[in-house]
């Protein structure tokens, strides 16, 4: 599967990256030569296979209702680029 | 002799009967790792304060009548895995300067069973690569040639271990990434059953498959860290809640008896006719010792790559978008929140764009069933063939991988190539078995060669002790590199 410039900018756009206009086109380049390589499972039969979703298959892991201690909001909040009364601060997202 | 060349478990007896401390073997390893390092570039960040002072705690613990079973041991930890209050980055510019608050379980419990931190190791951001040329800090150098890779996403905690600039080491595997660093670097690397060991504070690459792993210059060495650290943590729901055998105990060198499978699909074109012919040698190595070889086939295998590239670049597109400059690491402020992220999200590597981009394709509306479907489908066929061989088979025996340690720089223009370095390893990570490199000579120009067993899961203790039964047969650990300074 070959993909065009467009698809190559779309994607890049969906996963919020910001590409150079090289970048584009050696991503184009690139990411077409995996898909076409992947293309090789079109040669399975995979009519009725179950997908596998996990390694070990476990199902439903509980553990019991108890309050446990957690890390303080100072800790939580040390590693934010920016922070006040004890928040992360974004830009704003929705207009006036 | 220097303290140095001690394995683990040699330093471990010399602890006991008070030959030594804790504090001059810590020392001893910091003092090469002064020397040494600037060749290697194993460890990204170094903790020397930290690292003195709990092997003076170690010494005095066992002063004290403590015996804990790493108690005042040296290691190195990859820089993947959270340790509170030591930065620690995944390789990655996008979390520079991050301090985690909290330890990963494994280094809870090698703090617990009384291990000495020495650092973090470099390795691929966010674990993806082969060859640690991807860290966005440095390429680390392979200690048997330094103008060659060391393998990755692990190669910090390969190289640190085959350098003897630590007793031992914590990695993690996605999809090959103890075993084929392990391989280039001439130790022993195991990726334990998914389940086995604890992810919670790893950072995520594809959480289907991520999985810690342990290196050592020897089997035993890599069983003693391994022992330490496997085991149930409630914070991470996928971690098995099976009870952690004794490992150690098991390595009795005895396997007569032992059905080893030798995979026809693992010999094929494109395989190094060195690395066959020492990985051949090594399974008429295990017959001698006893085992009983059997021809098996694993029709699928050479699927297992492309689903591969399909199932972790979708986990990883997931994972990684919680990137993008509000909770921790860097932002790189735009005119608006979009273009913030987008800005911020610029300081992933190359190799992480890409795989963001082909797991957010494969996951894409009208491509979801084509690839991401596909893949998973294709998954179950993968699986399924070595549930069939573990029915006729205790072992899987092949090559780690098809060639020796490449030249850094020789793979990184065509990503698909560099990828074709996990075919022998792939496939493990989508099953639900466990493996392990162990060396078993070397090629012509002096570099290391892995025998890679298979285990069924949660049989590591079966591939431990070939492994042990093998090693304790050639001594290839004996055998350790002239680091070019």
């Known amino acids: 599967m070959a993909l065009t410039r467009n698809d190559v900018e779309q994607i890049a756009n969906l996963a919020r990256l910001e590409l150079t206009g090289t970048q584009t086109a050696m991503y184009q380049q690139q990411l077409s030569d995996i898909l076409n390589y992947a293309d090789m499972l079109d040669q399975l039969d995979l009519e009725g296979v179950e997908p596998t979703t996990q390694a070990v298959t476990m199902r439903n892991v509980l553990r019991a209702d108890v309050v446990e201690t957690t890390l303080t909001m100072d800790e939580v909040l040390a590693n934010a680029p920016q922070k006040a009364n004890n928040q992360f601060v974004i830009q704003a997202v929705l207009d006036e | 002799m220097k303290l140095t060349d001690l394995t683990l478990t040699e330093l471990r007896d010399a602890l006991r009967r008070g030959e030594t401390s804790s504090v001059e073997a810590t020392q001893a390893v910091l003092d090469r790792i002064d020397a040494v390092d600037p060749a290697v570039k194993s460890y990204l960040t170094l903790t020397p304060e930290n690292a003195l002072a709990d092997a003076a705690a170690a010494d005095k613990r066992r002063a004290a009548g403590d015996d804990s079973p790493l108690l005042g041991v040296p290691v190195g930890v990859k820089d993947i895995i959270c340790t509170k209050g030591v930065q620690t980055t995944a390789g990655s510019k996008i979390l520079e300067g991050f301090v985690p608050p909290y330890d990963a379980f494994v280094v809870e419990q090698l703090k617990k069973t009384g291990a000495v931190i020495l650092g973090k190791t470099n390795t691929d951001e966010f674990a993806m ?76 690459y594809a959480s289907s498959l991520d999985q810690v792993g342990c290196f050592g210059r020897t089997v035993a060495d890599t069983t003693a860290i391994f022992q330490a650290t496997a085991g149930h943590d409630p914070h991470d729901s996928t971690s098995l809640s099976v009870a952690v055998p004794d490992y150690e105990a098991a390595l009795t060198g005895d396997i007569k008896g032992l059905r080893v499978g030798v995979p026809k699909e693992y010999f094929v074109e494109g395989l190094n006719p060195e690395t066959e012919k020492a990985v051949r040698a090594a399974i008429a190595q295990l017959a001698d010792l006893g085992a009983e070889i059997v021809e098996i086939s694993l029709p699928h295998t050479e699927y297992a790559l492309p689903v591969y590239y399909l199932i972790a670049p979708a986990e990883a597109s997931a994972n990684l978008a ?126 290391p060669i892995g025998l890679q067993l298979i285990g069924d899961t949660l049989q590591e203790a079966t591939i431990l002790n070939a492994a042990y039964a093998y090693e304790s047969a050639t001594q290839f650990y004996k055998q350790t590199p002239n680091i070019k300074l």
């Open chain 2, 129 to 204: 690569g082969s060859s640690t040329e991807n860290s966005a800090y440095m390429t680390t150098s392979n200690p048997w040639d330094v103008t060659r890779v060391p393998g990755g996403s692990s190669g910090g905690s390969a190289a640190a271990v085959s350098a003897q600039l630590g007793y031992a080491a914590l990695g993690s595997d996605t999809g090959g990434s103890v075993r084929q660093p392990a391989s280039f670097c001439g130790v022993v690397g195991i990726r334990p059953t998914y389940g086995r060991m604890s992810r919670w504070g790893v950072i995520a």
């Open chain 2, 322 to 447: 919680r990137y993008e400059g509000t909770r921790f690491g860097p932002r790189v402020t735009g005119d608006d929140m979009i273009s913030t992220v987008k800005k911020t999200r610029a300081l992933f590597g190359e190799e992480v764009q890409r795989r963001i981009m082909l797991g957010t394709y494969a996951l894409s509306a009208g491509y979801y069933d084509a690839y991401y479907g596909r893949a998973l489908k294709a998954r179950t066929l993968i699986k399924n063939d070595f549930k069939k061989a573990f029915e006729q088979v205790d072992v899987i025996a092949s090559p780690t991988t098809p060639t020796t340690a490449f030249k850094i720089g020789d793979k990184t223009d065509d990503p698909l190539s560099m990828y074709l370095n996990d075919i022998f390893t792939v496939s493990l990570n989508l099953s639900a078995s466990c493996g392990l490199s162990v060396p078993c000579g070397f090629d012509a120009a002096g570099l």
